[in-house]
């Protein structure tokens, strides 16, 4: 059931160049349950790969493996063609890997420049943290994403839906990350903002950064992706071209587990009624 | 913290008998006024509301006692009590902000204390020859006592945060083990003397800077106060940030000075006493004039290790990344974790920190009673607990100032050296140190809750 590694990217990319990321053989399992069982996933310079499944597909905790929150129990990860180990956050971030997580992961009562730089701080020459510089350029950090952010002295805590993910945003690009992963990075945001983060998403592509883009919103996905990878109960039903499905093959995907050639016409009715 | 807050702020006067409700309202529009004027010049609210309690405190006990509080005397003496626990409150802040806590510092302060007497009563001048009272002893005391506390706390530090047994436990079990060590020692005997030079880090008057020394010193915190304000008015300029307000500035240098200046001034004003200065007058061959030699006694050596530990601590809490990382470790672990921070170092250092600071508590402690006791320290962590949590210090974690709990400090010993003037019992002290302790948390609770709604 998991998608061939290499295939298609040969397809998108005659060249075939090294993938940024190879996920291979990935196990994450809690208790006896096997939350991400035997998953492979690969992802290129400039490419968007939509992650899409039901509630506890297993999207989250494979990505999470990439970001160093959780090892993997079996499996092996790639960048640039080299095996990696990832074993916490810190290694991550050293390969360029950064996470937007779907629960933002700020620290509630430090301020947005103290949460934007949280692990990488800038420090003067005396090795104490610079602060006004962290705040110049979170300031300047914002005017880009949300030039109504105002509130740079409040704990984030105090800050709304829409601002507080502007701050796990700017943070994870402000460090020129090649390997993005983006765990529903629209879900707190109203219309204009949801745009504004397409638009940077799409941006980000064209500067050749890899992006994961996990959401429920199907539309998105298909919107941005160039490829898409259907999770269904810890294993890739599919990895497919965005160009050669339509969204209710996914859908299919996503509530029956089964390739678009597998279902019969009666689960196709269940599903349309 | 502000006493009165609390009551009037019933929302929307509520609960409140009618007749008291256009007060409770105007009191309400004043407060918010207030504070709206204290957030234009980002002074910390909570603050200013612990200093008005503290200034309520004293002119009350003044009263009381018939002017026997706000004497120089009475003044002097609670700055002095107030060292030690002040110290120690300030690691404590680090503790709980980052949600843990240690009791066992009572007994890191008594087992490091009493091992500090060891070393230079016992060890250094008979087990090794040395002989009584070398002028070196005194630094090799401290920094063997200071040594021992770090690696007691790096000792429990790991146990916490590598090996994830509950802070609780552990120091828990520290409380009991560092006490029942002292015992090991020397079979519990009280040791004295204690070396002359180390003494006078107990205070007393002939530990503390004199008259000169403490102008000097009020001098030249004064010039810190206006060159760090100026500094950091230059340096947010430069990135064209929004600025406090002028008058914000100027009244902050105002009150920074004139309470440093204060300070050295009822240190000044008490003199050494009549007896001491006249054995003082003997051995200098100065005869003294009629009405007895006035020495005046200035800051006290203690007083001193006080505030430099409150500027170094300010210092790391704000200024450095350990610091930071603390605070976000606090506000949530998850985060910090995710943010590549190393937590756990992090959280094992904050107990190395508390040891350091129960070690020069220690020696304050062991220097001012000139002798090594068993008992020193005893349910010195809850006065230290107390003291950070009246300052602000919040067990949700991610929220405490260090200022603040030294000034929890200061208002702890204020009501106990307050209530032994006015001769109240040690058992009503301490029903009234335990209510004001959950009064204030819980009326801090309250207001937090209230303002973040």
Known sequence: MTASPTAPAADATPAAPTPLVEMRGIRVSFGGVHAVDNVSIDLYPGEIVGLVGGNGAGKTSLTRVLSGARPADAGEILIDGQPATIANPRDAKAYGIETIYQTLALADNVDAAANMFLGREVTTRFGTLDDSAMEDATRKMMKRLNPNFRNFKSPVVSLSGGQRQSVAIARAIYFNARILIMDEPTAALGPAETNQVRNLVKQLKDEGIGIFLISHDIHDVF??????????????????????????????MIILGKKPGEVTSEELATLRA | MTEATGVVQNPSGRRLPGWLRPIADATSALLDRARGLLATAEIDTRLVGMFAALAIIWILFNIVSDGLFLTPRNLWNLSVQTSSIGIMATGMVLIIVSRNIDLSIGSILGFTGYAMVMLQAIWLPTTLGLGLNQPWYWVVALAFGIALGALIGAFQGVIISYLKVPAFIVTLGGLLVWRGLIFELQSGQTIAPVDPTFRLLGGGPTG?????????????????????????????????????????????????CAAVIGFVWVANSYPWPSQLATQYAQEHNITEPPGGLQIATGIAYPVFILIGVTLVMTFVATRLRFGRYVFAIGGNPDAAELGGINTRRILMLTFVVMGILAAISAAIQTARLNSGVTSLGVQNELDVIAAAVIGGTSFAGGIGTIPGAVLGAVVMQSLRSGMVLIRVDSPVQDIVVGTVLVLAVGLDTFIRRRSSR
């Open chain 2, 208 to 256: 503390s800077i004199g008259d000169t020394g403490s102008l000097i010193f009020g001098l030249i915190a004064c010039l810190g106060i206006v060159a760090t304000l100026i500094a950091g008015r230059r340096r947010r300029a430069k990135y064209g940030f929004p600025l406090r307000p002028i008058w914000a500035e100027i009244t902050i240098a105002v009150v920074g």
């Open chain 1, 223 to 252: 919107d941005l992706s160039d490829r898409i990878s259907v999770m269904y109960h810890g294993r890739i039903v599919d990895t497919v071209e965005k160009n050669a499905v339509t969204t209710d093959e996914i859908l299919g």
